[in-house]
């Protein structure tokens, strides 16, 4: 845990970011966005692996992962404060990954907590990443196209596998028992508020306008979800469950309620602490690194979340095709926020990392010549510096037009056209071809990727006028971040905060609480800038935008042949 001494006696808030390794809780101090103390907690849980099939595009997350990680990383931060100045701690916001549902039982509990499912994945919350939905997405896309009102409309014009409805129908396709025990089903952002507030009842839990915007096919000109006939024609199973969800969504400077009593004795608390109503990672994210209308934020990580905001009255009915979702409200209060996307982003290196670490840590294992210290001691060495030493390798590579030319759908492709059946593909090898061009060749895959979600907003009329950086990779690989600015061909900035997830979170506390009076204003005094800019190598330019177009041409041709090949 980082604390920061000499605390003045101001307010606080807390901001709690559950991503997918882990959750972060960082305490901040609302006068001036000061980063007091930050605390992480890896879910002990996905780490062993359990309840996850990569092999079937299964991830599954326990609560109880969850819950832990809550607990025990506002505990720590806290502890960045002297007891009598914890009354000073006037708010909590959350965000997470999502869509990440789970089915709940009629208190808002969800099953994986009851004994009779505490060991049953599809009783957890089925998270992001997870693909099991293919079939259901398609579904849902089918009866959309053919329906009176094209329910995908406002999400690009295409239903994913990753998003609430998909998932629902997957689970309650695959296991009765879920099916005939979930009584609802509440989106992770939406279920810790309701836990910290002490709900009871599933039905005065306070819905994301955020999840329910971009992933539930929510929208007030059909007043709220989809109809009851359109679900029924998904799936008879699908009865009455609308009745069982929610009508009316918020936006998340809006109050959830406050600390429980058991919350609140639980982490040394008031309360009297504001708890405000969630949203996804990606748009407090875009928060915390002071979006601004027109500039792109892109939150990268595993994937990438791109998000935009532009006033409602400028956006009007123009639709932007093969996104993620557009919703007004979403992002920032009397904004119309725009979601797009890369479904594998730092994924792809971590992939190409483990492929190679996988032969060499099984003959450390075989190996007579180590003790099982040396050995421990070198495959640590081995897992931290496999990625710098492939990207000084990459380095010494110039960006050329004979290389190979990778294709970023490792976990299929969420933006533009989600269609997460997409497999990844690299092409042009030689008995040349060596480490350094196959991570070369990645890292350009994903900034192609990236690339086409900025072209496709330009076609669709929305400019762009600016790029931040957000999240891990944008703050540790000036490599990436170069090559990005390079195919781009944009300046990059870089905020400076490394913590802009639960930064921005906790400008929400800030104002649900009633610190500050919007979160606008709250951006303005707890922001805490930019540190870095990648400016386009002009040189380099021209020669990304040659390799551009054959990526593109694989693409288009990769993409028919697996179509074909899938018939």
Known sequence: MQIQEDLPATAYVIGVDFGTDS??????????????????????????????????????????????????????????????????????????????????????????????????????????????????????????????????????????????????????????????????????????????????????????????GHKALWHPSWNGLPAEDFLIALNQRLSGLRDRLYQETFTSDEPAGTLSGDWAQRLGLSTDVVVSVGAFDAHMGAVGGQIKPYYLSKVMGTSTCDMLVAPVEEVGDNLVRGICGQVDGSVIPEMTGLEAGQSAFGDVYAWFKRMLLQPTLALLDESSLLDELQRTQLKAELEAGM???????????????????????????????????????????????????????????????????????????????????????????????????????????????????????????????GIHPSVSAAMDHMGSGFDAEYLPDPGQVPIYESLYQGYLAVGEQLEKIQKKTAE
């Not at 695959?174 to 952002?189: N, P």
């Not at 997830?501 to 609480?513: E, H, S, V």
Request: charged residues 20%; glycine residues 8%.
């Open 23 to 212: 959750v972060r809780s960082l305490l901040v101090r609302t006068d001036d966005g000061q980063e007091v103390a930050t605390s992480v907690f890896e879910y002990p849980r996905w780490k062993q692996g359990a309840y996850c099939d990569p092999s079937a595009n299964r991830f599954r997350q326990h609560p109880l992962d969850y819950a832990e990680g809550l607990t025990a990383t506002i505990r720590q931060v806290l502890q960045a404060l002297p007891a009598q100045q914890r009354h000073l701690v006037k708010g909590i916001s959350i965000d997470t990954t999502g869509s990440t549902p789970v089915a709940v039982d009629r208190s808002g509990t969800p099953l994986a907590m009851l004994d009779e499912f505490e060991s049953n994945p599809n009783g957890m919350f089925v998270l992001w990443k997870d693909h099991t939905a293919i079939a259901e997405a398609e579904a849902i896309n089918r009866l959309s196209r053919t329906w009176r009102i094209d329910y995908t409309q406002y999400e690009g014009g295409i239903y994913s596998s990753e998003w609430f409805w998909a998932k629902i129908l997957h689970v309650i396709r695959e296991d009765e028992a879920v099916a005939a025990a979930a009584y609802s089903w509440v989106e992770h952002c939406d279920w810790i508020p309701f836990l910290l507030t002490g709900g009871q009842d599933v039905h005065a839990m306070k819905r994301s306008r955020c999840a329910a």
């Open 387 to 513: 990625i710098p030493q492939l990207t000084k390798l990459a380095e010494q590579v110039p960006a050329e037009t004979s290389g190979p030319i990778a294709i970023d759908w490792l976990n299929g492709r969420r933006t533009p056209d989600a269609d997460q059946s997409l497999k990844g593909a690299i092409t042009g090898l030689t008995l040349g071809t060596h480490a350094g061009h196959l991570f070369r060749a990645l890292v350009e895959a994903t900034c192609f990727g990236a690339r086409r979600i900025v072209d496709r907003f330009i076609e669709e009329g929305i400019p762009i006028e600016g790029i931040i950086g957000l999240g891990g990779v944008a703050k540790k690989s000036p490599f990436v971040m170069q090559t990005m600015a390079n195919v781009l061909n944009r300046p990059i900035q870089i905020a400076r905060s490394e913590q802009t997830c639960a930064l921005g979170a906790a400008m929400f506390a800030a104002t649900a609480a």
